[in-house]
């Protein structure tokens, strides 16, 4: 069954740092994507990254990237430059297999609050 | 294109009475997902639609709850005879079949 493991509870990081959000998967099946959700207070889920498990390169969006382990079934976000902006609840997510309309499978989140 | 709707943002009820939630998604999208999401959790989805067929539910979705799509445009949730375990976010989330689903702000029940 597929699972999302999400290890951090809470983050504080100082403003213009780069921070890391972890994120471990499990699945059987070769196709998948992996999603990253931002959730401020306000409530809306919005999505700031994919990456494709058949994607060689790891996906970059701005000022966020994906750092995608295949082999041990990671796929870590990274923010440089932190903004306060940036404080709200981070969810890894994942759909399998990718091409299908299924469901997505959320982990349970990281709240991360940037100090100015 | 205003993105995805949800009505109302929040909504008090008593236990027992039924509450009936609407989800508006993207003109374009035929796909549509209702998820449940309970205070420090990631959401948990409950159902599926492609057009107006409902092609996938959770276990999650008793048989207290139903969804609708019926012009493949909006779709409503309703929860019969509430129960305070119901009291939770529900998103919506509509989708082209490509590229990542589009969520709205959801609807924060609270049973009391």
């Known amino acids: 069954a597929q699972k999302i493991t999400q290890t951090q509870p809470g983050m504080f990081v100082q403003e213009k740092e780069a921070v890391t959000l972890d994120c471990t998967y499990d699945?059987?099946?070769?196709?998948?994507?992996l999603f990253w959700y931002k959730q401020p207070s306000s409530g809306e889920m919005i999505f700031l990254i994919y990456?494709?498990?058949?994607?060689?390169q790891n996906a970059t969006e701005g000022r966020y990237s994906l750092n995608f382990q295949k082999a041990r079934k990671s796929a870590n976000l990274v923010i440089s430059a932190s903004q306060l902006g940036d404080s709200a609840m981070y969810f890894c997510?994942?759909?399998?297999?990718?091409?299908?309309?299924?469901?997505?499978?959320f982990g349970s989140g990281t709240r991360l609050s940037i100090r100015p | 294109d205003t993105g995805v709707s949800q009505d109302p943002r929040h909504k008090i009820t008593k236990r027992g009475q039924n509450v009936t939630f609407r989800c508006d998604p993207i003109?374009?999208?035929?796909?549509l997902y209702w998820y449940r999401q309970t205070l420090g959790q990631g959401p948990e989805f409950l159902t599926y639609?492609?057009?107006?067929?409902?092609?996938?539910k959770s276990r999650l979705l008793s048989d207290r709850f139903s969804a609708e799509r019926p012009k493949g445009s909006f779709s409503t949730l309703e929860i019969q005879r509430t129960e305070q375990g119901d009291s939770a976010m529900y998103l919506c989330?509509?989708?082209?079949?490509?590229?990542?689903?589009?969520f709205g702000s959801g609807t924060r029940l609270t049973v009391v």
């Open positions: 989330a509509s989708s082209s079949g490509t590229g990542a689903d589009t």
């Open positions: 699945t059987s099946d070769q196709s998948y994507g």
């Open positions: 990456q494709g498990s058949y994607d060689e």
């Open positions: 997510a994942m759909r399998e297999p990718y091409s299908s309309a299924s469901k997505i499978i």
């Open positions: 003109s374009e999208h035929n796909r």
């Open positions: 639609f492609q057009n107006e067929a409902q092609l996938e």
